[in-house]
Nanobody
Framework: QVQLVESGGGLVQAGGSLRLSCAAS????????MGWHRQAPGEQRELVAVITSGGSTNYADSVKGRFTISRDNAKNTVFLQMNSLKPEDTAVYYC????????????WGQGTQVTVSS
């Protein structure tokens, strides 16, 4: 069974950086969109960034200019480079992968905690 395994979370001071990674545990022939979501305590899960198989990206307004999403299609891995972190970025971060063919089966990672101290 394919799973998404996340890594890279942790505790960082405001203004610092972290890089999250999310890799499929087994080979998947074709993944459409991959992305990152986050959920803070008492809040709903929100989309942070997505990237298509062709490399097109989209970001939440709150992270534009600070976060960068990228992917390695050969390794079925998606990354989230987070710079200039703020305390309000504190959340559990989840990756997702939409598996071909349509209507796309969505896989979720287990989540990784990111804590930004002020």
């Amino acid at each position: 069974q394919v799973q998404l395994v996340e890594s890279g979370g942790g505790l960082v001071q405001a203004g610092g950086s972290l890089r999250l990674s999310c890799a499929a545990s087994n080979r998947i022939f074709s993944i459409n969109t991959m992305g990152w979501h986050r959920q803070a305590p008492g809040e709903q899960r929100e989309l942070v960034a997505v990237i298509t198989s062709g490399g097109s990206t989209n970001y939440a307004d709150s992270v534009k200019g600070r976060f960068t999403i990228s992917r390695d299609n050969a390794k079925n891995t998606v990354f989230l480079q987070m710079n200039s972190l703020k305390p309000e970025d504190t959340a559990v971060y989840y990756c997702h992968a939409d598996i071909e063919p349509p209507p796309y089966r969505r896989l979720w990672g287990q989540g990784t905690q990111v804590t930004v101290s002020s």
